[in-house]
T-cell receptor
């Protein structure tokens, strides 16, 4: 079946460090891939997306590339800030439908 | 409104009690979704509306769960005879169109605790 696997957190980094949060998926067909972010006390917000192989999604300094050969969609940022502290969720939409399958989330904590 | 609004933010229910959770989507959004998020887990799909039509309720865990959207805007998720395993955050999301490739706007959720 379809699934998303994320690296376990929490991930603790110093400000300006490089961030990678790993995400791999299993899916039939050609899903779209998403990263959502959840700040404390708030709802999930769409951070970036990619709809086909080799697409790169980017937003607010974050990037992720849809790698079909490795079934991965790793989230990266070159220099994190304290304000990036949040929970990050990788998700896919099962091909041809509107249902999302989410990973379990990775908590990021950035220290000043 | 500017975002998806859910109420109440927190609900404590005694086992066996009925609860109703409300979602106000962004005005004009035709698609509305409910997800359930257990502690430490990612959200899981419950049900989907397009306007007032409930097109998919395959994720509802039992017949104690019921959702409605009678006028195509506000939606209510009702849980009858709550059980401890119903404790979770219930998230509502909306989209201006069928959301594939576009992403959804989520509310802050209702945290339900069944004691």
């Amino acid at each position: 079946g379809n699934s998303v696997t994320q690296m376990e957190g929490p991930v603790t980094l110093s400000e300006e460090a490089f961030l990678t949060i790993n995400c791999t998926y299993t899916a039939t067909g050609y899903p779209s891939l998403f990263w959502y972010v959840q700040y404390p006390g708030e709802g999930l917000q769409l951070l970036l997306k990619a709809t086909k192989a080799d697409d790169k999604g980017s937003n607010k300094g974050f990037e992720a590339t849809y790698r079909k050969e490795t079934t991965s969609f790793h989230l990266e940022k070159g220099s994190v800030q304290v304000s990036d502290s949040a929970v990050y969720f990788c998700a896919l939409d099962t091909s041809g439908t509107y249902k999302y399958i989410f990973g379990t989330g990775t908590r990021l904590k950035v220290l000043a | 409104g500017a975002g998806v609004s859910q109420s109440p933010r927190y609900k404590v229910a005694k086992r066996g009690q009925d609860v109703a959770l409300r979602c106000d989507p962004i005005s004009g959004h035709v698609s509305l979704f409910w997800y359930q998020q257990a502690l430490g887990q990612g959200p899981e799909f419950l049900t989907y509306f397009q306007n007032e039509a409930q097109l998919d309720k395959s994720g509802l865990p039992s017949d104690r769960f019921f959702a409605e959207r009678p006028e195509g805007s506000v939606s209510t998720l009702k849980i009858q005879r709550t059980q401890q395993e119903d404790s979770a955050v219930y998230l509502c999301a909306s989209s201006s169109r069928q959301g594939r490739n576009y992403g959804y706007t989520f509310g802050s959720g209702t945290r339900l605790t069944v004691v």
